[in-house]
């Protein structure tokens, strides 16, 4: 793991349970990252379609010259360089794609937390095994967890800054891997929280086959559930997938990014008064 991935992974974590929130002046210059990385994202032909969340993730960019400018401190500030998302600033130029991915769609759903009429982030993200809510419209962050990368965070981040969903996620933090119990609570778990959401987002990121999820894929298709899938275009099972879900659900698209399986979940959503407005 990546210097980023470790830094990012961890402030995400910490913003979506509430331990972290970034201070006034701060989120200001977040807010500006955010808005120059639309800009950035804007001269780019592929993602001129694009809005929002999904911008960042397709074609938007942070620069040297932005990181600079927000780690530069004001004439009366100090501890700038102390701020959390500054010491993830700093290794965004070293990271990964994923990584650098994650720090774009984290520094807009900060962004976009102030959205009027919608609930904090916080109040919006259920973690496996707490119970999801049963009053407001829910997306489940289905597919790969074992041997898979920490997808759902980035997922997590993009539905909440895009949409009003409350997002339920099955990674738990600390999962006794031998322990035959802890197995049975999260199937169960799972069983339950997959069959009341509103919307299931189905993403299969590349390097692990992920059974389970193929079978739960298979089992929530098959019942007409409300299902957006994507995968990786390296992932190895994808013919089956997109075969699989032609005979399935043809009216179903599989995805080949996670910005753009979310925004089809984020369409699945029921109408709500701030989506009507």
């Not at 109040?123 to 759902?152: C, H, K, L």
């Amino acid at each position: 793991m990546t210097d980023l991935q470790r830094l990012v992974d961890a402030l995400a974590t910490d913003y979506l349970h509430g331990r972290w929130q970034p201070e006034p002046t701060e989120e200001h210059r977040v807010r500006t990252l955010s808005a120059n990385a639309n800009t950035n994202a804007s001269a780019n032909a592929s993602a001129r379609a694009v809005s929002g969340m999904s911008r960042l993730g397709e074609g938007g960019i942070i620069t040297a010259a932005e990181i600079a400018q927000f780690l530069r401190p004001g004439p009366a500030e100090r501890g700038v360089d102390q701020w959390r998302i500054a010491e993830v600033l700093r290794a965004y130029p070293h990271g990964d794609p994923l990584a650098q991915a994650l720090v774009r769609h984290l520094v807009h759903a900060i962004a976009a937390d102030q959205h009027p009429g919608r609930a904090p982030h916080a109040d919006r993200y259920t973690e496996a095994p707490a119970e999801p809510p049963a009053d407001s419209p829910t997306v489940f962050t289905a597919g790969g967890i074992t041997g898979a990368r920490n997808w759902q965070l980035s997922a997590t981040l993009q539905l909440l800054a895009s949409s009003p969903a409350h997002v339920i996620n099955p990674r738990r933090a600390h999962f006794e891997v031998g322990d035959p119990r802890a197995a049975v609570a999260q199937i169960a778990w799972e069983h339950s929280a997959l069959a009341a959401a509103d919307v299931i987002l189905f993403w299969f990121p590349a390097g692990a086959v992920q059974p389970i999820a193929l079978y739960e894929l298979g089992a929530h298709a098959a019942r007409g559930a409300a299902i957006a899938v994507g995968t990786d275009p390296a992932y190895e099972r994808r013919l089956d997938v997109v075969e699989q879900l032609r005979h399935a659900r043809p009216e179903l698209t599989v995805h080949d990014s996670l910005p753009a399986t979310v925004r089809a979940a984020t369409a699945l959503l029921p109408a709500t008064p701030e989506t009507d407005s």
